[in-house]
């Protein structure tokens, strides 16, 4: 079974920058992979088959921050473009906006995700993050 939990967090200064970048890399990537899809389905009339490791080369910013943040954003624009071509009653997937809530996905693969006496802890962040858990 799987489980989600939310959190409200209080990062320091440095959490939030690097909480900063993991947003805006994985709402650039988002868009980026679907303009590419648009453009190729234009040009071709065949959906591409894009991930972001094919974007890293040349958009070397994205390495510093967590590669499965990043394929989560690849996992829910092929969800929301499938869903588009297998019933076009629903919306076409839309580009992220910077404005509104802010979020990611992650996965805790091998203990990289650990939540002890009031910290979390992250992948490719260095300190722990105070926490107070969120009841729904």
């Known amino acids: 079974m799987l489980r989600a939990y939310k959190y409200r967090i209080y990062p320091t200064k440095e959490q939030q ?19 590419d899809k648009i453009e190729h389905y234009k040009e071709t009339g ?7 490791a094919q ?7 994205l390495k510093e921050v967590d590669s499965l943040a990043l394929a989560n954003a690849q996992l829910n624009l092929e969800k929301a473009y499938k869903n588009f ?3 076009t009653k629903l919306c076409f997937p839309k580009y992220k906006k910077k ?14 995700v650990t939540l002890e006496d009031g ?3 992250v992948p490719k962040l260095e300190t722990r993050i105070k926490i107070k858990q969120h009841r729904t």
């Not at 805006?24 to 990537?29: A, E, K, L, P």
């Not at 065949?46 to 972001?52: D, V």
Request: charged content about 20%.
């Open 17 to 35: 920058e690097y909480f900063a970048k993991v947003f805006g890399c994985v709402r650039f990537i988002y868009n980026k992979m679907l303009y």
């Open 46 to 52: 065949k959906m591409l088959y894009n991930t972001p």
């Open 55 to 61: 974007y890293k080369q040349e958009y070397t910013f």
């Open 85 to 87: 071509f297998r019933n």
């Open 99 to 112: 404005k509104g809530r802010q979020s990611y996905t992650t996965n805790n693969q091998n203990g990289t």
């Open 119 to 121: 910290f979390l802890k």
